[in-house]
């Protein structure tokens, strides 16, 4: 599903004025534009953002496609060391809820931790989407 930019975390306002300025409105259009190396490169360019941000903001824009994923629990993938769409197909979702709910009693980054059943279907979706982002 694709968002407003706005929904990404840690854009700050300048980043989405050039951000909108180069045509990208929406987590689909700058996961399109960052995609790989030299998409990142060319948007660096025309941004003024670090290629690692982009690739940072690609990763979370990766993360949205997701069915069931918004902001907050993207952040909280985040916070238990699941950077990529990547990592999340071969996490053990049992694991994964537990740590996700550890790590929100200590930083309370969501108000509902996601049960275990949508933990489920987050690893089986990321299973059967493609894989969009190239790092070489």
């Given at each position: 599903?694709?968002?407003?930019?706005?929904?990404?975390?840690?854009?700050?306002?300048?980043?989405?004025?050039?951000?909108?300025?180069?045509?990208?409105?929406?987590?689909?259009?700058?996961?399109?534009?960052?995609?790989?190396?030299?998409?990142?490169?060319?948007?660096?360019?025309?941004?003024?953002?670090?290629?690692?941000?982009?690739?940072?903001?690609?990763?979370?824009c990766d993360h949205m496609r997701i069915k069931g994923m918004g902001?907050?629990?993207?952040?909280?993938?985040?916070?238990?060391?699941?950077?990529?769409?990547?990592?999340?197909?071969?996490?053990?979702?049992?694991?994964?809820?537990?740590?996700?709910?550890?790590?929100?009693?200590?930083?309370?980054?969501?108000?509902?931790?996601?049960?275990?059943?949508?933990?489920?279907?987050?690893?089986?979706?990321?299973?059967?989407?493609?894989?969009?982002?190239?790092?070489?």
């Open positions: 599903m694709s968002y407003p930019i706005t929904h990404i975390e840690g854009l700050d306002a300048d980043e989405i004025k050039s951000l909108k300025a180069s045509r990208i409105r929406t987590t689909d259009g700058l996961l399109e534009a960052a995609k790989t190396p030299k998409g990142r490169k060319a948007l660096c360019d025309k941004t003024g953002i670090d290629e690692k941000r982009l690739l940072d903001f690609a990763n979370a902001k907050g629990y993207v952040g909280l993938l985040r916070a238990v060391g699941v950077q990529t769409v990547r990592e999340l197909k071969y996490r053990n979702p049992a694991n994964l809820a537990k740590s996700m709910a550890e790590v929100n009693k200590k930083r309370k980054l969501v108000r509902f931790l996601p049960p275990e059943k949508l933990v489920v279907r987050w690893v089986e979706h990321a299973n059967k989407l493609p894989l969009k982002i190239t790092y070489r």
